[in-house]
């Protein structure tokens, strides 16, 4: 699949993860470890969600530059237009008073950021920054990726619940669920035709 064939699908996705975080957000049950710490740094300085989440994503990109990680397309695009879409997003929808519409939206939220993260992912065009850092990380220590992941994801909960963002059930249900769901679209989604893009989709 050419560059300009994918990127429709990248763009979407992108843009449907970002808005589907804000539907986590609004549920107000809690939010997934990163997302904890983007909302812990609204309380501290004068930055919206979607603010927080595009410059958390440039400094974590910053981060790649030891690490001797290459973006991509995709990865310059991710860190631009998830925190948008987020914004945007919160600004149109409601605060819901009703436990069903609360956990609706935490259901909207968890399995939609799944198939926006298939869709993205799938375009192949380059690894999120967070992605990139774990991988990064990785590759250059020798480390497990579990060890990797499980202390990166772990750390920034914390430090995030400290700063005043939202731990609760969402976050246990996010991750239980996202990597089930996340499985379930990518095995749904068209592959890429090329074989590069192929090979980026199967690492």
Not at 61 to 83: F, Y
Not at 84 to 105: E, K
């Amino acid at each position: 699949m050419a560059t300009l064939t994918r990127l429709p699908r990248l763009l979407v996705g992108l843009w449907l993860y970002g808005a589907t975080m804000a539907f986590m957000v609004e549920a107000h049950l809690g939010l997934d470890p990163w997302d904890v710490l983007h909302e812990g740094l609204t309380h501290h300085v004068p930055l919206t969600f979607g603010q927080v989440v595009i410059a958390v994503g440039a400094l974590v990109l910053l981060a790649w530059v030891p690490l001797r990680q290459k973006p991509g397309i995709g990865t310059v695009l991710n860190v631009l237009l998830v925190g948008v879409a987020a914004d945007v997003t919160l600004a149109m929808l409601p605060t819901p008073d009703s436990w069903a519409v609360r956990i609706a939206f935490l259901l909207v939220g968890v399995v939609g950021n799944g198939f926006a993260g298939a869709l993205y992912i799938s375009a192949a065009l380059g690894t999120g920054p967070r992605d990139g850092l774990w991988t990064g990380i990785v590759r250059r220590t020798g480390v497990s990726i579990r060890a990797v992941r499980t202390g990166l994801e772990v750390g920034v909960l914390v430090i995030g619940f400290l700063l005043g963002g939202t731990v609760g059930v969402g976050t246990v249900v996010y991750a239980v669920a996202i990597g089930p769901v996340v499985q379930v679209f990518t095995a749904v989604l068209p592959a890429p035709r090329s074989r590069r893009a192929r090979a980026e989709c199967a690492a």
